[in-house]
């Protein structure tokens, strides 16, 4: 799934929602959006506040049970000299379909949970309207 940073908010219902119902992230890629980085265009610290690698640590890896968690070679950022890696990575692991019997359930501030067959995913809305269409 391609997540940005922010909105904030809805990832404390999703960090809920999967600790609760015990959703597996095993097999769950996240490709983070965008990332900062310091004037020699390398990352930020994670302590820095302005980091999203910290954090998406702070607000939601490291808040997710560690048994359903996704390894650390699945939470993907832009990496600096490594720019490739985003479009690699998507084209490994295959593309968006529409898919059949999607059920996707409202969470909040525009995220969606969705569910297909035994296949879990959390989406925000605009992407499910594109994905629909």
């Given amino acids: 799934m391609i997540v940005p940073y922010g909105p904030l908010g809805p990832y404390a219902r999703l ?8 959703v597996s992230l095993k097999n769950c890629w996240f490709i983070n959006m965008d990332e900062y980085l310091d004037e020699n265009k390398q990352y930020l610290p ?17 808040l997710v049970d560690p048994e359903l968690l996704m390894p650390e070679e699945q939470r993907i950022f832009p990496e600096p000299g490594n720019e490739g890696r985003i479009w690699e990575t998507i084209q490994k692991l295959g593309k968006l379909d529409k898919g059949e019997n999607v059920t996707v359930y409202y969470v909040s501030d525009g995220w969606c949970f969705a569910k297909c067959g035994k296949q879990y995913g959390f989406l925000y809305d605009k992407y499910v309207s594109l994905a629909n269409q």
């Fill in 46 to 62: 994670k302590t820095d506040p302005l980091s999203f690698r910290g954090g998406m640590d702070r607000i939601f890896y490291g």
């Fill in 15 to 22: 960090v809920e929602l999967i600790n609760k119902h015990r």
